[in-house]
Nanobody
């Protein structure tokens, strides 16, 4: 089991930027894909981005070109750099760890083995 701790959320104006770090502990970080999801009240948790153990990245269409996911295996940390933020990006953002070792594809909710506690991102118009 892996323990995930996110940070970096907050309030930002439209067009602004935020970086969300997520530090993992408890298992070999480099062998697993990591991802970010987000959720607003009353809606299902939705995929934002994932990075495989080989650092291949996948993004939701709604964030492509604005968000960047990256990982630092030496620090067991995954990052989500968010730029050109929009009010519709407002949500609780969750860090996620894949339950499958050496997975090279996208990350679905059903593939997630561990979740972080979530961090609120609010984009004001």
């Amino acid at each position: 089991q892996v323990h995930l701790v996110e940070s970096g959320g907050g309030l930002v104006q439209t067009g602004g930027s935020l970086r969300l770090p997520c530090e993992a502990s408890g298992r070999s970080f480099s062998m697993y894909a990591m991802g970010w999801f987000r959720q607003v009240p009353g809606k299902e948790r939705e995929f934002v981005a994932t990075i495989t153990y080989l650092a291949r990245t996948y993004y939701a269409d709604s964030v492509k070109g604005r968000f960047t996911i990256s990982r630092d295996n030496a620090k067991s940390t995954v990052y989500l750099q968010m730029t050109s933020l929009k009010p519709e990006d407002t949500a609780v953002y969750y860090c996620a760890a894949d339950s499958r070792k050496y997975s090279g594809g996208t990350l679905e909710v059903t593939d997630v083995g561990s979740w972080g506690q979530g961090t609120q991102v609010t984009v004001s118009s």
